[in-house]
């Protein structure tokens, strides 16, 4: 049996973390319901934009690991590279973050 959370349950209780870390997070992309893939995009003040995704661990969890940072330099390829994301895999979440702390953020969320 899947113990996984539905989505759209995570995705909102995404939301709800940042709010009480301080934050703000909002949905750039609605993935499938119940069994989407959730890309995070932590950035604070729109700077320092880090996508983490979820990865298989050793020890059978699936923790948010960070995957790709923007380069300030050159943001399209970074947009380029969720875009080509979305079309890989349309049920696919993408959940903005904007907090103070990224990884103190992610390392708050479960397994």
Known sequence: MD???PAHLEVAAIIRLAQSEGGFATVLARGERDAGTI???TTYRGNSVTLFERMPQLD???SFTPTKQE???NKQEF???L???KR???DIWVVEVDVANAQHFV???PC
């Open 3 to 5: 113990e996984r959370l």
């Open 39 to 41: 890309l995070l995009l």
């Open 60 to 62: 059978g969890t699936r």
């Open 71 to 73: 380069n300030p330099e």
């Open 79 to 81: 947009a380029d590279y």
């Open 83 to 85: 875009d080509r994301r």
């Open 88 to 90: 890989q895999d349309p």
């Open 107 to 109: 390392e708050l969320l």
